[in-house]
């Protein structure tokens, strides 16, 4: 999508689901081995009695998704706020969902609502992200 055809209001939406391999990876790379995401039994003792994907997982499929898809390839993470609401469980469908809240043609950047929705229709995340976005001049 070109910028000067993306409008405040605009919502772009894509579904995910969280696995095993992919909580396995991140802990990986990360470090972040805690058992609550890697633990079968530590997690069944836990408050949410199953293994939960790290929330930073869960917020880097809103960043693949600006990066990638919308609004897409050249986007630039300025800012990111978030708020982690409710856990995401191993092999669970989740949908991200991008809205345009504000459009700043002067400096090409877009005020972006980010959200993560569970199967249940619980929201697991929320923010907001300020995003530099120029397409490729080859487009």
């Known amino acids: 999508m070109k910028y000067a055809e993306i409008k405040p209001g605009y919502i772009y939406t ?20 805690n058992p609550i995401h890697l633990d079968d039994d530590f997690a069944a003792r836990s408050i949410f009695k199953a293994r ?18 919308f609004p897409g390839p050249g986007t630039i993470y300025l800012k990111q706020d978030a708020a982690f609401r409710r856990p995401v469980y191993i092999n669970e469908k989740i949908k991200i969902k991008i809205e345009v809240l ?19 229709g619980e929201e697991a995340l929320t923010g ?12």
């Open 52 to 69: 939960i994907s790290h929330g930073v997982l869960t917020l880097g499929l809103v960043s693949a998704v600006l990066g990638r898809k």
């Open 14 to 33: 894509e579904e995910r689901v969280i696995t095993d391999e992919m909580v396995r990876s991140f802990a990986e790379i990360t470090g972040d081995d």
């Open 128 to 139: 907001q992200a300020l995003v530099l976005f120029k397409e490729d001049e080859e487009e």
């Open 102 to 120: 504000e459009k700043i043609e002067e400096k090409s950047r877009l005020l972006l609502s980010t959200s993560v929705i569970k199967e249940n």
